[in-house]
């Protein structure tokens, strides 16, 4: 009964943890990422983590023997081993290690004694229940810890990955701009979390695909108040073609729309061992969601405003930079004939950079 009690209050110290790790995750670490110029919204390099060691002693030894037998394996190096265990990587003086302090050193001398005894004799005429073979037979693979003969239930080994005034108006903002797309995401959600015998693989599927659709007539209707923008600033009536062509921009949109749900389909697969995990790996992920429909919508403006500019026979436009960090990092002037959505703002979650037919104070 003790045994039980125990286990339920490291399950909730642990999802008081993951609530921590969210937080932080997604109102501190993200902002300060996407305001210095790093996207945690289309690089997965560039996301940050925050991680609270193991508070369950047991779970810790198995994790730390789970990582020394796959570097024994093979499957990882010495410097990932150590990462997995928590211990620095760099500048370990491997000469102090069991294996080349005791173990190796003990071995030669063992070897150089038996050649003293007897020179006639080969080595391996000498080998057997003692010296350096024995050494080699004791360190072999690590103990099986991770399940040991006379444990009591098994326990879960959870890997975890895991508000200014301005992130809570633009949640808002993204909440009521895009409450489709917000109840879609949602309702997947509560779907998942509260039926434990629902078919994840299905939902998150339909729930991707509906979240695509709804985009992608944002992404249309953008396009073409895009176009009607550039002919405003023209001053022009010539006719436009306004089935431009957006399939970069959509294809763009569900290349990162299904890099989101493989992670969500992944993280809950792995990870969750209960309803509570599971919410929490839905609200750690949906800031994504929330990114994306923002900037690839507003992409789709300016994208579009620069494709009528082309047909308008405007050859160059103008970039009015929101900050001195984004005139660094990207093209003042943008070639209509020739420019990639990179050349596009919005650069980052929160760019409120514009173009213009004219040149403009970037300041």
């Known amino acids: 009964m003790q045994i039980v009690w125990k286990n339920k209050y490291i399950i909730l110290v642990k999802f008081i943890q993951r609530t921590i790790s969210i937080f932080i995750e997604n109102f501190m670490f993200n902002e300060l990422l996407l305001e210095g110029g790093f996207n945690p919204i289309y690089n997965k390099q560039d996301i940050v983590h925050f991680q609270f060691n193991e508070i369950n002693l047991e779970t810790k030894v198995k994790m730390e023997t789970h990582a020394l037998n796959q570097f024994q394996g093979n499957c990882i190096s010495f410097a990932e081993m150590r990462q997995q265990i928590g211990l620095r990587s760099d500048n370990v003086d491997e000469s102090l290690l069991y294996a080349n302090m005791i173990q190796q050193k003990n071995a030669l001398e063992l070897i150089q004694a038996k050649l003293g005894q007897n020179t006639t004799s080969s080595v391996s005429s000498n080998t057997g229940t003692s010296g350096p073979d024995k050494e080699q037979k004791v360190s072999g693979t690590a103990k099986n810890t991770i399940s040991p003969t006379n444990q009591h239930g098994t326990s879960s080994v959870n890997i975890k990955e895991s508000l200014s005034k301005k992130t809570k108006k633009n949640i808002e903002k993204y909440k009521k701009n895009f409450a489709s797309v917000y109840k879609r995401y949602h309702v997947a959600r509560n779907e998942i979390c509260e039926q434990d015998n629902s078919d994840i693989t299905t939902i998150l599927a339909l729930t991707r695909d509906s979240i695509s659709k709804d985009l992608a007539n944002r992404i249309q ?5 895009g176009m009607l923008k550039a002919l ?37 697969k792995n990870e969750a061992k209960s309803n509570e995990e599971k ?38 436009v103008y970039i009015k930079f929101n900050s001195e960090k984004d005139s660094k ?12 959505l990179d050349d596009i703002p919005p650069y980052n979650a929160y760019c409120s950079c514009k173009i213009f037919q004219e040149r403009r104070d970037s300041k």
Not at 242 to 251: D, M, Y
Not at 291 to 315: G, R
């Open 232 to 268: 405003k600033d023209s001053n022009s009536n010539i006719f436009l073609n306004k089935k431009i062509i957006i399939s970069e921009l959509t294809n763009k949109m569900n290349k990162t729309l299904n890099n989101i749900f493989k992670d969500i389909h992944k993280k809950i």
């Open 329 to 340: 990092n990207h093209k003042t002037i943008i070639d209509t004939n020739k420019f990639t």
């Open 279 to 316: 919410i929490a790996i839905f609200d750690a992920i949906e800031y994504r969601i929330r990114f994306l429909s923002e900037s690839i919508v507003l992409k789709s403006y300016w994208y579009a405003y620069v494709k009528a500019c082309h047909q308008l026979h405007i050859a160059k």
């Open 221 to 225: 209707a953008e396009a073409s108040n």
